[in-house]
């Protein structure tokens, strides 16, 4: 609400006439322009990044298949680099259908599902990624998907020998946590929440700083309780009002 004031004199007695304006409407258009613009930077920065490991993983296996004699060694290698090529159509579709990103709703997203689609990318690393979320959907930002790829990319990259990958979660009283944990080498201490931080001079910044920035958009948290030593531990908090178990799970 806008309130405008207005004083004039009449018959020597000063009169104020106060006039107010809704302006509810003017300010969701500068907040839907302000975050379609926030969403997407996010789009184009994510995607970037997500292609360029794409490529270099389908480089390499590539170079793997050029360089085996093995019948059945390159036939391997060979569903690889489908999968790798599959999953740069999907990215390319994702950003086809987000071109007018901000105008698209939050919608319900199966994690599970999610977690299908994204985990080949990261067969070549040996991982094992496993879940217990049957039946879970988040209501989020349709570049959830990019949280959950990115966790997966920063645990394989810099988690060192990580062998595991476990995505789980639990009904708390003010909503759904969802754990995204590791078993590498944990984040040490003095780093919780530094990790989230922007890094300054690098165009891409930090891809856990885009991680919350995407969550954020719509009222989910993250933070990283693991301890050091023992692998990484991500715990993303999901208000109560937009979590839900799918019928008949």
Partial sequence: ????LHSFSLSGKKIVIAIARDITGRKRTEQAIELANKKMNLMNTITRHNLLNIFTGLSGTVDMVLDTRDKAKRDELLIQVRDLAGLIMHQIEFSIVYEEVGVREPVWLAVEEILDRVSPAFGYSGTRITTSLAGIEVYADPLFEKVIYTLLDNAIRHGKNVTTIRFSGKA?????????E???????????????????GQDSGSELFLVREILTITGITIRETGKPGK???????????????????
């Fill in 1 to 4: 609400m806008e309130v405008n």
């Fill in 172 to 180: 708390v009283d003010t909503g759904f946590i969802l754990t995204c």
């Fill in 182 to 200: 590791d078993d590498g080498i944990g984040i040490p201490s003095g780093m919780k929440e530094k990790i989230f931080e922007k890094r300054e």
């Fill in 231 to 249: 692998g990484a531990r991500f715990e993303i908090m999901v208000p109560d009002s937009r979590y839900r178990l799918r019928t008949g799970e």
